[in-house]
């Protein structure tokens, strides 16, 4: 009598222990691995990032339409337009601004030809627009900080 009752406990404990093992290492292998955020070029200064932003995609705009350099900057430019608009979309204080609304539009505009026109470059009365919103986008967010 005493064997059956140390086997049925033994039984009982060595279940346990496999079931104990099996969860800690489903445990540690799905949330051990470390997470990483992701890197953006935003500082946080809204007036900052949106001059230094127009900058850039303005050179984009300006690329030449025989430029080798021309998918490498529409691959930047398209993260740049991620970024930015990932950053502010969702802030209250920033998002209501006419500043920021010239800019989201100027920005759907690039990043939709992009997207859907990959392979050719920017229209010309694409660019005049985006030159135009840019610039207005520009005197806007210096006007409002």
């Known amino acids: 009598m005493l064997v059956k009752e140390r ?14 093992i099996i969860f800690l290492s489903i445990f540690f292998t799905l949330f051990n691995s470390p997470s990483y955020a ?15 932003v127009v900058k850039t995609l303005q050179i984009a705009v300006d690329i030449p339409k025989d430029s080798p350099d021309r998918d490498e900057v529409r691959n930047e430019s398209l993260t740049l337009i991620t970024d930015y608009i990932s950053r502010y979309r969702n ?24 997207k859907n026109f990959a392979s050719r470059p920017l229209p010309d009365k694409l660019k ?4 135009k919103e840019f610039s207005l986008a520009e005197k806007m967010v210096l006007r409002e900080s």
């Open 38 to 52: 992701a890197k953006t070029s935003m500082t946080g200064d809204y007036a900052k990032d949106t001059i230094s």
């Open 128 to 131: 005049e627009r985006l030159t």
């Open 91 to 114: 802030r209250g204080m920033v998002n209501k601004t006419q500043s920021f609304t010239t800019m989201q539009t100027a920005l759907n505009a690039m990043a939709g030809h992009y």
């Open 7 to 20: 086997h049925a406990l033994f039984s009982r404990f060595f279940i346990k222990a496999i079931s104990l």
